[in-house]
């Protein structure tokens, strides 16, 4: 058994420089766990925590259920995959994946079975000779996947691995990821800022911003009840409409429209109504709140439109997700607010209203 468990991590550079504050985070045999969010949100930092090539500031991470907070990365029994693949030019594809078992003083036997039944998974086989100036980019990554592997530690660790393929490549090797990592029964921490990658991998994902938890739960809930506004905000793309309405009883205001809000004790004077571009339809449904508006703009994504609707009697502005052949007469329509798939935050915090 090796459970990760990070507990109340901080880690502080100087006063104002602060990108951990106070993160809890559990993450069990097997599971996949992403770190998700925008560029200086303390992903990075959190990984480097975890592998110890950085000292908290307070709080602990426990492996196994041993404090290991003051161990040493090479007596932690992780392994780290870099986004820069941090490969030795000099050595052969076998001697990059065999190095670190090499240093541990494994038979020679042991390692050359682990080296040939790891590459092929991975399909390096037939590259074992080469040396990394002699492989493409996907190749290199899979090369550095496979010394991770190689040394069956307890966990693994991930910072941006496919941030450097180029988009086909990229969606060929999460592929190869997600079905590596299905047979590993060891925690997996995963850093990125793509969200497709987090979506499509992931048990858990963590959502971060600004050094906070934003929010810890399975890639379905994020998408379908985010926490806050930024979750609602970063995950999902088209991004989701979100827009701040004024309050009149229980209903928020949207140009000449009246629409009904969850039951609460106090009453907002404003809120935010989030809805996602693909939970709008187009025309007068029995299920949505349905209202008029001037079509300004159509985005052809291909095998979807994006419509931007200024909606009648105000400025606010609705982005509809419909497909490729939906059609319509003239640029003003009617659309309709799946009313099960509206999302209703707070002004002041940004927390979720119901």
């Known amino acids: 058994m090796a459970k990760l468990e990070l507990q109340n991590l901080r880690k502080q550079f100087a006063p104002s420089v602060v990108p951990v504050k106070d993160i809890t985070i559990e993450v069990e045999d097997g599971e996949f766990l992403t770190l998700l969010g ?17 000292q ?14 003051s161990v040493p990365p090479g007596k932690r ?25 090499k240093l541990r003083k494994i038979p020679r036997e042991e390692i050359e079975k682990r ?5 092929q998974k991975l399909g390096l086989e037939h590259l074992l000779t080469r040396k990394p100036g002699q492989l ?38 999460r592929a190869d990821l997600k079905q590596l990592f299905e047979t590993q029964n060891k925690p997996v921490v995963y850093v990125t800022h793509d969200q497709i990658e987090a979506m499509t991998l992931s048990d858990k994902i963590a959502v971060l911003c600004d050094g906070y938890l934003q929010q810890l739960a399975s890639p379905h809930e994020i998408y379908t009840a985010p926490a806050n506004k930024f979750v609602a905000g970063f995950v999902g793309s088209p ?21 009904f809000l969850p039951q609460l004790k106090t009453q907002p004077h404003q809120v935010i109504l989030g809805i996602r571009p693909e939970d709008i339809s187009l025309g007068d449904i029995e299920t949505g709140e349905t209202i008029a508006g001037h079509l300004f703009l159509v985005e052809d994504f291909g095998k979807e439109k994006l419509l931007s609707v200024r909606v009648n009697g105000s400025d606010q502005t609705l982005r509809v997700m419909v497909p490729a052949d939906r059609t319509w007469e003239g640029e003003m329509i009617t659309i309709s607010l799946i009313k099960k798939q509206l999302h209703w935050f707070y002004v002041e915090t940004g927390d979720r209203l119901n």
């Open 56 to 69: 908290p500031t307070q709080g602990k991470v426990t492996i196994g259920g041993k404090n290991v907070t």
């Open 239 to 259: 991004q989701m409409n979100l827009i701040t309405l004024d309050c009149q009883g229980n209903h928020a205001v949207l140009g000449d429209y009246k629409i």
């Open 136 to 173: 493409s980019g996907g190749q290199r990554q899979r090369v550095a996947l496979a010394r991770s592997l190689v040394r069956d530690p307890d966990i693994f660790l991930l910072d941006e691995p496919l941030s450097n393929l180029d988009a086909l490549l990229r969606e060929q090797v």
């Open 38 to 54: 925008p560029s200086g949100c303390g992903k990075s930092t959190l990984l480097r925590l975890i592998a110890g090539l950085e």
């Open 77 to 101: 029994n992780i392994s780290m995959v870099f986004q820069s693949y941090a490969l030795y030019p000099h050595m052969t594809v076998f001697e990059n994946i065999s190095a670190a078992l």
């Open 115 to 119: 080296v040939n039944d790891v590459t």
